[in-house]
């Protein structure tokens, strides 16, 4: 017996663990030039950043690089708008990604994971 089970707004549910690493912005490359925000949080499938004012609509693909502590952690990367929230909020989902950048950005995320699993075993340890 086959079936299939469909919710709504099922493409918009998170597909990765998402965290949030410190010193991790993302150069825009703008019609101004290149300009830097800090992103809010990070997976191997997207990420969010804030810039206002908003110059992005859903579906608009366009081009930068991460940065980590003001250093060229990944560069000429393509992202592709998915959500536009409140106060300025851009979600975006990585696209065309080379697999040693992939790689690199799994390494990253995981890490990330790592420490806060470390951190939440050592404060139930102090409890």
């Known amino acids: 017996m086959e079936f299939d089970i469909k919710l709504d707004g099922d493409d918009m549910l998170r597909q990765a663990f998402r965290t949030r690493v410190p010193g991790l912005d993302v150069r825009v490359i703008t019609q101004n030039g290149p300009q830097d925000f800090s992103v809010r949080d990070i997976s191997a499938t997207g990420f969010a950043f804030s810039d206002k004012p908003r110059a992005y609509s859903l579906g608009m693909i366009f081009s930068f690089d991460l ?10 990367l393509k992202g592709k708008v998915i959500r536009l929230l409140d106060q300025g909020v851009i979600g975006c989902n990585f696209e ?12 990253l995320v995981l890490e990330v994971q790592k420490r806060l699993i470390e951190l939440r075993k050592a404060k139930q340890a102090a409890e």
Not at 67 to 76: E, M, P, S, T
Not at 96 to 107: G, N, W
């Open 96 to 107: 065309a990604m080379e697999r040693r950048q992939e790689i690199k950005l799994d390494k």
């Open 67 to 76: 940065l980590l502590n003001k250093r060229l952690f990944l560069g000429d």
